[in-house]
RNA sequence: CGGGGCGUGGCGCAGCUUGGUUAGCGCGCUUGACUGGGGGUCAAGAGGUCGCCGGUUCAAAUCCGGCCGCCCCGACCA
């Protein structure tokens, strides 16, 4: 007998949460380190929950009167520089491209070749290039707004990296618009923001706090940002989302000018918003727990798989055909729109084996069908937001008649149970010292899990915020939109402060 | 790039301080038998130039030097 482990994954997340999070990734065969340094391959499984975000998040997009396109991968060096603060944001983190042909070198070795006279960046993000054909597009008043999106990789020369956290090359999404005016800019920022805290709760179940970013936070070159904050189970904070009003820096950069219905001659104002792979990232440390993956039934890229129970040979083929025939019953039920997505993992291998492999990769019902079951007409139901001691066997035709619900079940459960978590772990701090206490861990060689949200009077002042980091790496995660304001005190400075703001630390 | 830890079959590790038979162990893998609502049992197998390069030595996984890579913490960031 093998030695028993009561959990799926090791170490657990409370005995050491980044080591948790990476055997999650491999257990569930989500994402690998590549050859290449910082960078990953994402495995089907991975790969299939980024296509489920994306699908959705197209059609949210579509539905808000937005087009995709594609501008190129390589942006010549000097559109960077167009933007002073863009420049200093990104130059350090950026992959330059100085040769374009290997010749046999002295020593057997290729060699870079043919210098290019100007060199190109691998995009960091777009808004440059995609600038200099705004600005060749848009001519008129009539041409604007001008919506657009594109589903891109990019590269950031990370410093250190995480699987879906952060990589040096990462997928993600960049929607790029241009508007005649600064009030319909400013709706188009905050609408997208909307659209990422719709998808983040109502898909990701994830729920998420909308709200400004200070200074500090904005994104190099923005007028202002906003993003969307998720608490992971460590209790940091990660940015799901972001949404830039860029006010006419860009375009007054990059000669993005139109003609007005008066006859005058005005600079466009433009916004950008993007979410990324990290959102696999954020689903994952939202949700899953010791025994690996918990996926939220709506992105899932199964809903339920159907385990044959197979003793011998002899009911092989009656089992597999039921189990097929309930398959076939389950793909005719709608979920949210969709075909019910099931499979019958009919592999050579033992039970147990099979069922852990889907347990770790958060399938959320998993089917257990043998001969008894035929029997009776009936199915084994297991749910991964449930313990394996709360299986249990429902007729057939109950089951596929309830499948949907139970599905939607699983997706406000997992809301749910994140929303209490976030709850519990929020705090109002009104005075610097349990400030300091919330945010300092008892055991500091091996920090616990500790801290959480914190709800502070703020003044506002970037030197008490860079403290504030420097003491306790905790910063303001965002100035929150939905929250009444609050009239207090800064917990540092004693200064008055309008409202509470969100500090943590982060990802 | 700083501080810490680590590189030994697919995975997880022991061995290294005190160099010396064919480098072990658990899981996994292959084959066979027995099992059968669950991370089985038994038996027989396959699989490693001990991260790389150099040095010391009769002899290096083990000692010395250099390099590379990975992980954690920090600085930077989606």
């Not at 609408?191 to 400004?212: C, S």
């Not at 970037?462 to 207090?488: F, M, S, Y």
């Amino acid at each position: 007998m093998a030695k028993k482990m009561k959990t799926a994954i090791t170490p657990t997340r409370a005995e050491d949460y980044p080591e948790w999070y990476q055997q999650v990734v491999r257990a569930a065969e989500l994402a690998e380190p590549s050859p290449v340094r910082g960078c990953m391959v994402i495995r089907p499984w991975g790969y299939g929950l980024w296509e489920n975000i994306r699908g959705v998040l197209d059609g949210m997009f579509r539905a808000t009167g937005h087009k995709n396109a594609y501008f190129p991968l390589f942006i010549p060096l000097s559109f960077l520089e167009k933007e002073a603060e863009h420049v200093e944001g990104f130059a350090k983190e950026c992959a330059v491209v100085t040769h374009h042909r290997l010749e046999a070198g002295p020593d057997g070795g290729l060699v870079p070749a043919g210098r290019l006279d100007e060199p190109l960046i691998v995009r960091p993000t777009s808004e440059t290039v995609i600038g200099a054909m705004y600005a060749k597009w848009i001519q008129s008043y009539r041409d604007l707004p001008v919506l657009l999106n594109q589903w891109a990789n990019i590269v950031r020369w990370e410093m250190r990296t995480r699987l879906f956290l952060r990589t040096t090359e990462f997928l993600w999404q960049e929607g790029h618009t241009a508007h005649a005016t600064k009030q319909e800019a400013l709706e188009e920022t905050r609408r997208m923001l909307d659209v990422y805290e719709d998808f983040a709760e109502n898909y990701m179940a994830m729920p998420v706090i909308k709200g400004e970013k200070t200074a500090a936070e904005r994104f190099p070159g923005a007028v202002s940002t906003y993003s969307i904050e998720g608490m992971m189970q460590d209790r940091k904070a990660l940015q799901s989302g972001t949404s830039h009003f860029l006010g006419q820096n860009f375009s007054r950069a990059q000669g993005i000018s139109f003609q007005t219905a008066e006859g005058s001659q005005e600079f466009a104002w433009t916004t950008s918003w993007g979410v990324s792979t990290c959102l696999v990232g954020a689903l994952i440390m939202t949700h899953s727990d010791d025994d690996g993956l918990v996926l939220p039934p709506r992105l899932a890229p199964l809903h339920v798989v159907i385990l044959p129970v197979i003793h011998s040979d002899d009911v092989r083929a009656e089992v597999l055909a039921y189990c097929n025939r309930v398959a076939g019953e389950l793909g005719e039920v709608t979920f949210n729109g969709a075909a019910v997505r099931v499979e019958v993992d009919g592999r050579d291998a033992r039970g147990a084996e099979k069922m852990w492999g889907w347990v770790k990769k958060g399938v959320p019902v998993r089917l257990e069908i043998g001969p008894r079951d035929i029997e009776s007409d009936s199915v084994f139901v297991a749910r991964r937001d449930k313990t394996r001691k709360e299986r249990f066997s429902l007729p057939r035709a109950e089951f596929v008649a309830t499948v949907a619900t139970i599905l939607q079940e699983i997706q406000d459960g997992l809301f749910e149970r994140a929303l209490a978590f976030r709850e519990e772990n929020t705090r109002k701090i009104d005075s610097k010292d349990e400030f300091y206490e919330f945010f300092t861990p008892e055991n500091r060689d091996k920090p616990e899990i500790h801290g959480g949200f914190a709800l502070a009077h703020y003044n506002g002042n970037p030197d008490v915020e860079q403290q504030i980091k420097d003491d306790l790496n905790v910063t303001v995660r965002c100035v929150p939109l939905d929250a009444d304001a609050e009239p207090g005190r800064c917990i540092i400075t004693g200064e008055k402060s309008p409202r509470r703001v969100v500090f943590a630390k982060a990802y």
